[in-house]
């Protein structure tokens, strides 16, 4: 059966977006439903073929973290070249949803340091594989007479993720808790299955760039897009700075409130249920940012991209502050109230959606017809690099144990002069940098961001 090719000449919204918006919803709920329990599964849960205990450190925990995350985000330059050079968008998401449908029933029947190995393997591939084709896909449904509506498609991207990131969050580790890491991974798994239907059902209404590999190469060795490129590139490396910092909620912010006074208001928080903060206030802070503090920003100065970009590092700044002085208080024999990460959490998510989804919607309007999965598997590889960076210092850690220094706040404090000398850099690079602006049906145009 054929497909249309292009977007619909529409001043709405296209007809697919509900089925990509589902898929994600489903999709967010089993890969952060899963990774939520990851540290609390390899530290509480991890138990050799015979049925023995075989738990792992808390360094050693946190490196096999971020090394799985760093795959989940490498492997979308994988994904990305499979759908620009052979299978297209479409039916690169379905076979890796596939894939990464597998990694899920492997951590849930195999409890062991293999099932970890294949499980985490697989779903690397998978959520990683589909991730630049489910962004590029969700803005080539747009067209230049519908392409004002592109930020509020990704704003609503990006709630979809969130929403199903919360519910996750909240719920998984606490089927850990009562019910063991079979149910725990077997029901994000269910929900991944269930994205993959939901976005096979959209098949007839989506717009299906089909691969061209020679128009890829083409456009890949285009001098253009090659200096474009070596604007961009600089531009990822620094901004992987901050998934270092983010992505050790799964982590380190774990097992710091392990050892905090986790009653806030009238419950008391499983360490990893505090992850859904995230989400949540993800959920209440985009309207925020949206329809206030942006409009607002622009009556003092044109708030691009990049201006956004840099004023996330600043509250990335002020976020591990926060989680020095926590360390500190604990240092102190003092057992602070959960309500500082909760402050941490706010500040951190100001700066996700100055720097992430901006960063989303950056990558996909700077990157020719052709080249936006490739592009934006670039974007996502600073998530890689940031995550590779964090697994490595934890892997010295657990190497050199106290000779490290890097225990309690000095664990937080290196990570905060690596920021505040990334986020001067970011800076200067980003007052010299100029884009240019691609959509799907019309020749780029000179644009400076």
């Known amino acids: 059966m054929s497909y249309r090719t292009s977007p619909a000449p529409l001043t709405t919204m296209p007809s697919g977006i509900p089925f990509i918006i589902g898929n994600e919803l489903a999709e967010r709920f089993s890969f952060y439903g899963m990774r939520a329990i990851l540290y609390l599964f390899m530290t509480t849960a991890l138990v050799t073929h015979e049925g023995a205990r075989d738990l792992m450190s808390d360094a050693k925990a946190k490196e096999w973290t971020h090394y799985f995350i760093a795959g989940v985000y490498f492997t979308p330059l994988l994904g990305a070249l499979m759908a620009d050079l052979w299978l297209g968008k479409y039916r690169t998401i379905i076979v890796l949803s596939l894939v990464y449908c597998l990694g899920h029933l492997a951590l849930a029947v195999d409890h062991t340091r293999t099932g970890l190995i294949v499980g985490l393997s697989l779903i690397a591939l998978g959520a990683g594989g589909i991730k630049p084709c489910v962004s590029a896909h969700v803005g080539d449904q747009f067209g230049k007479t519908n392409a004002h509506l592109l930020p509020k498609i990704f704003n609503w991207f990006y709630l979809s993720i969130n929403l199903g990131a919360a519910v996750s969050q909240l719920l998984t580790p606490k089927l850990l808790e009562w019910y063991g890491p079979h149910i725990a991974f077997g029901v994000p798994g269910g929900l991944m299955f269930v994205a993959t239907i939901v976005f096979w059902m959209g098949r007839h209404s989506f717009v299906h760039i089909p691969a061209d590999p020679r128009r890829f190469v083409s456009d890949l060795i285009d001098p253009r897009f090659l200096r474009a490129l070596a604007g961009l590139i600089p531009l990822f490396i620094l901004i992987a700075a901050f998934w270092c910092i983010f992505d050790q909620t799964a982590s380190a912010w774990i097992e710091q409130a392990q050892k905090m006074d986790r009653h806030f208001l009238i419950?008391?928080?499983?360490?990893?249920?505090?992850?859904?903060?995230?989400?949540?206030?993800?959920?209440?802070?985009?309207?925020?940012?949206?329809?206030?503090?942006?409009?607002?920003?622009?009556?003092?100065?044109?708030?691009?991209?990049?201006?956004?970009?840099?004023?996330?590092?600043?509250?990335?700044?002020?976020?591990?502050?926060?989680?020095?002085?926590?360390?500190?208080?604990?240092?102190?024999?003092?057992?602070?109230?959960?309500?500082?990460?909760?402050?941490?959490?706010?500040?951190?998510?100001?700066?996700?959606?100055?720097?992430?989804?901006?960063?989303?919607?950056?990558?996909?309007?700077?990157?020719?017809?052709?080249?936006?999965?490739?592009?934006?598997?670039?974007?996502?590889?600073?998530?890689?690099?940031?995550?590779?960076?964090?697994?490595?210092?934890?892997?010295?850690?657990?190497?050199?144990?106290?000779?490290?220094?890097?225990?309690?706040?000095?664990?937080?404090?290196?990570?905060?002069?690596?920021?505040?000398?990334?986020?001067?850099?970011?800076?200067?690079?980003?007052?010299?940098?100029?884009?240019?602006?691609?959509?799907?049906?019309?020749?780029?145009?000179?644009?400076?961001?």
């Open 267 to 449: 419950w008391e928080l499983n360490p990893a249920q505090l992850q859904a903060i995230n989400p949540l206030f993800i959920l209440t802070l985009i309207p925020v940012f949206t329809l206030v503090i942006y409009p607002q920003m622009n009556r003092l100065m044109e708030v691009t991209p990049l201006r956004r970009i840099g004023a996330g590092f600043i509250l990335t700044l002020a976020t591990i502050y926060v989680s020095i002085w926590i360390e500190q208080q604990i240092s102190a024999g003092l057992q602070p109230s959960i309500g500082w990460q909760v402050l941490a959490y706010l500040l951190l998510t100001g700066a996700e959606i100055l720097i992430s989804i901006t960063a989303l919607e950056f990558s996909y309007t700077q990157a020719p017809p052709r080249l936006k999965s490739f592009v934006m598997s670039l974007d996502l590889l600073s998530v890689a690099l940031g995550n590779f960076f964090t697994a490595r210092v934890n892997a010295y850690i657990e190497k050199a144990g106290a000779a490290a220094n890097l225990s309690g706040a000095n664990y937080y404090w290196f990570f905060m002069k690596i920021t505040a000398v990334t986020t001067v850099i970011f800076v200067v690079v980003a007052m010299f940098y100029k884009g240019r602006t691609y959509l799907q049906d019309e020749e780029a145009a000179e644009k400076t961001v």
